[in-house]
């Protein structure tokens, strides 16, 4: 069955520090992969995206994200954490027809 | 920069009624989405959009549900008989091509059956 998985439901990391989010997915094939980040009761910003090419793809607030074909994973990556990144984190993946399917979400806690 | 327009931002309805959420996605754009986030679980496809038809939807996406473009900007969705387990937040996105670019989501409206 089709799925994505985000092993960590919540993670905490002190300012300044470093940060990387799980994500794999189980698809018979490579799909679209996206990062999304919700802050509370907001909707969804698109941080990152990725169809082919490069696998190391960069996005906006300084996040970047790695596909790893072998490992069947996304993973979402920061150098620096702000506080300003607390929110929730959504690994997303999908195909031509538009859908796309949701991971379980990561809380990211940022600690002064 | 082009937003999705969501409204309205909360809505309270009483179990039976009928809401219609209204969604005003990004002018150029060709292909629409309805999502949901029950408080607390994960987003949820209900439905996209294209050439004014339903190119593909959810289980979730049962009778008491349609979506509608009726002009050239809005992009709605019906819940013709809410129930309590309706109650969520409903995430409009349209896309320019299709997923290419990802999504622009709407900041969602809150729906609250009682």
């Known amino acids: 069955a089709q799925s994505v998985t985000q092993p960590d439901i919540h993670i905490t990391v002190s300012e300044g520090a470093s940060l990387e989010l799980r994500c794999n997915y189980s698809?018979?094939?490579?799909?679209?992969l996206f990062w999304y980040v919700q802050s509370p009761g907001q909707g969804l910003q698109l941080l990152l995206k990725?169809?082919?090419?490069?696998?190391l793809v960069q996005g906006i607030k300084g996040f970047e994200a790695e596909f790893k074909r072998s490992q069947s994973s996304f993973n979402l990556r920061k150098p620096s954490v702000h506080w300003s990144d607390a929110a929730e984190y959504f690994c997303?993946?999908?195909?031509?027809?538009?859908?796309?399917?949701f991971g379980d979400g990561t809380t990211l806690t940022v600690k002064p | 920069e082009p937003e999705v327009t969501q409204t309205p931002s909360h809505q309270v309805t009483q179990m039976g009624q009928e809401v219609i959420l209204r969604c005003v996605p990004i002018?150029?754009?060709?292909?629409f989405y309805w999502y949901r986030q029950i408080l607390g679980q994960k987003v949820e496809f209900l439905v996209s959009?294209?050439?004014?038809?339903?190119?593909?939807k959810s289980e979730i996406f049962d009778d008491q549900f349609s979506v509608e473009r009726p002009d050239g900007s809005n992009f709605t969705l019906k819940i013709r008989s809410t129930k309590l387990e309706d109650s969520a937040m409903y995430f409009c996105?349209?896309?320019?091509?299709?997923?290419?670019?990802?999504?622009?989501f709407g900041s969602g409206t809150r729906l609250t059956v009682v």
């Open positions: 996105a349209s896309s320019a091509i299709l997923l290419s670019d990802g999504y622009t």
């Open positions: 698809y018979g094939a490579t799909p679209y």
């Open positions: 990725y169809f082919s090419g490069d696998t």
């Open positions: 997303a993946v999908g195909f031509n027809a538009g859908k796309s399917t």
């Open positions: 002018s150029n754009h060709l292909y």
């Open positions: 959009f294209y050439n004014n038809e339903i190119s593909e």
